[in-house]
């Protein structure tokens, strides 16, 4: 979703604020701006579409040591530059950018415009900058504090003044301060200012921060109270976070599928059997999450009860008012997350906080919300995923719920054991050649209007998975049932030439998936099997190593390949997906 990066230091601001956009990209937005403060005026250049290769000299701006940047993904209000941030107020002597939304916005708006205030956007984020505008006579810091307090909703939001000085409040939504060698950063995430320091300070919900030519000084929003804040050296290289020899994020984060399950599964193997031993005591676990995260959960499910003879309950984060009654001290919630910033994902976290539950979190971004708000946290340790489409996040999550499932059932050193092994063949799986053949398969399907996919047991969340990766990538309608689910309906879908992919784990599922198949190509369906070994119900087949009940974290793999390819053969751009975001911060 929306992305900011602010900057004020001896660099050329506009150069480092537009620089920094670049590196938001991969959050998906749909328009940018930036303003600036050049000879105690503040100028704005905003546009319609993709940073893409735009120059400093091309903004017009100026010189400047102070700008803020922001790129937007709409929510309220069309896809426009009057809409994009930043917003001025009505004397445009303040630019601010705001990430989240402004639930009451229409009654401030009503409010502000009857005190004569101008609005010439559509934007909840412009109240924003008119209430900050309001209470300026009691000094920014004060103004901003007024002004955060009268927001309800999730927010984050910069505001830099044209007296010098730079302000930004967190309601909810993330910031990090960059600190560099007399220059300062505020950022929504890290990699936006990582080429300059990986020195940070986090932003905490409920405080805000000022940032001066003397350095940054945080405050509580509530008590105005000065806040103490730690410098973190962050251990991410810039390497990490850009495209090296490969073309697209995409493809180069699942190449590193052959690194990050080693990485995923380096676990503290006491922190795990404990954390077993909470889920076997708790009253009821639930495991959240949203999108692929949200399949991740569901397999988690099957491997519980599978391999712990575990009842755990997944539920969909946005779903999980639904369950709330449920929640009691004695529950425990794990929650996935890549970003460890999905709104949905918060919220059911607070429902569980509120009724004294205890929160487990599965992450891959160090310093996330969701990091601060859990009782107990594992690192997935993928790395930084920078392509919408989630992949080595997605295997790493699997493994981890894995490793707890067996861990559960008491057979710890047995689970280790198998993604060991599985880590090995997803290395020796990963190569050219195996590319090559999924590429052909991409060839043969990029025209398709729909690609179906089914899977029974473990395999059928990753069915489902499975369609989120092609969906994104590739706009092809795709869908994922259980095997034995399409003849109760889905079958009447299928005619000649229909693709469908077949998830044939070498599991107690096995013949039941290919009498399934059997029921799709007897139809005309073009069947294509994952599977470790042949059969002759495959049109096409992809191999894949006999994981055991590792087979999700192996079948998946192929599936994300033919992704990435159907969308380049398509000439899409399989990093930043239409309307999609990396994290999704809103309801
Ligand atoms: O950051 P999260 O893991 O919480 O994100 C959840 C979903 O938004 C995410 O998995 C989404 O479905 C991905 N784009 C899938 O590739």
Not at 109 to 122: D, I, P, T, W
Not at 173 to 179: D, Q, R
Not at 395 to 422: F, H, I, N, P, W
Request: glycine residues 8%.
């Amino acid at each position: 979703m929306c992305g900011i990066i602010a900057y004020l230091g001896p660099k050329d601001a506009p150069s480092v604020v537009l620089d920094g956009l670049k590196k938001l990209e991969y959050r998906g937005y749909d328009s940018w701006g930036i303003g600036c403060l050049s000879k105690g005026k503040i100028l704005l250049v905003k546009k319609v579409g993709k940073v893409g290769q735009a120059k400093t000299s091309d903004l017009g701006l100026g010189a400047a040591g102070m700008a803020v940047g922001h790129t937007r993904w709409a929510t309220h209000g069309g896809i426009s530059e009057k809409n994009a941030h930043p917003h001025l107020d009505c004397s445009g002597k303040l630019a601010l950018v705001h990430n989240g939304i402004v639930e009451n916005y229409q009654e401030l708006r009503k409010r502000l415009q009857a005190q004569n205030h101008k609005f010439v956007s559509e934007s909840d984020t412009e109240v924003i900058v008119h209430l900050v505008e309001n209470y300026l006579n009691l000094g920014l810091r004060k103004a901003v504090e007024r002004a955060a307090s009268e927001l309800k909703g999730r927010s984050a939001f910069v505001v830099l003044d044209s007296s010098g000085e730079i302000a930004a409040a967190r309601t909810g939504s993330p910031l990090i301060v960059g600190c560099g060698e007399g220059e300062f950063f505020i950022a929504s995430d890290i990699p936006a200012f990582l080429s300059h320091t990986r020195k940070v300070m986090y932003l905490d919900d409920g405080q805000m921060v000022m940032i001066g030519k003397a350095g940054p000084q945080f405050f509580d929003l509530a008590s105005g109270k000065e806040a103490k804040k730690r410098v973190v050296e962050i251990d991410w290289n810039v390497e990490a976070a850009e495209k090296g020899d490969y073309e697209h994020f995409l493809i180069k984060e699942i190449m590193e599928q052959k690194d990050t399950l080693w990485q995923a599964i380096s676990q503290d193997e006491a922190k795990i059997a404990k954390v077993a031993g909470q889920i076997k005591d708790a009253y009821g676990t639930f495991l959240v999450g949203c999108g692929t995260a949200g399949k991740v959960c569901m397999a988690g499910e099957y491997f519980f009860a599978k391999i712990a003879r575990k009842h755990v309950n997944f539920a969909v984060a946005s779903e999980f008012p639904s369950y709330e009654s449920f929640l009691q001290p004695r529950t425990l919630m794990i929650a996935v997350s890549q970003s460890g910033e999905t709104a949905d994902v918060l919220e059911a976290i607070a429902a569980a906080r509120k009724k004294k539950a205890r929160v487990i979190s599965l992450l891959n971004v160090f310093g996330s919300t969701m990091m601060r708000v859990s009782d107990e946290v594992f690192m997935v340790n993928a790395g930084v995923e920078k392509a919408v489409v989630s992949t080595k996040a997605t295997t790493a999550q699997l493994s981890v719920l894995l490793l707890l499932a067996y861990a559960s059932a008491g057979r710890l050193a047995e689970g280790k054991r198998l993604l060991l092994d599985t880590a090995s063949a997803v290395n020796d799986m990963l190569n050219p050649r195996y590319e090559e053949h999924i590429k052909r398969l991409a060839e043969r399907l990029h025209q398709s209007e729909h690609i179906y996919i089914i899977g029974r047991g473990l395999n059928y969340p990753i069915a489902l998975e499975a369609a989120i990766k092609i969906q994104e990538t590739s706009y092809i309608h795709a869908e994922g049932f259980a095997g034995g689910e399409l003849k109760h309906g889905p079958i009447a879908l299928i005619s000649r030439g229909t693709p469908c992919i077949v998830m044939a784990a070498n599991d107690d599922s096995f013949h039941e998936i290919i009498s399934n198949a059997m029921e799709v190509k007897a139809r005309g369906g073009h069947i294509i099997g994952i599977s470790p070994q042949n059969n002759e119900v495959f049109d096409y087949w992809i191999k894949v190593p006999d994981a055991g009940n590792a087979s999700p974290i192996v079948n998946i793999i192929p599936v994300q390949i033919l992704a990435y390819h159907l969308a380049v053969i398509k000439g899409l751009d399989p990093d930043m997906p239409r309307n999609l975001a990396k994290s999704v911060t809103v309801k």
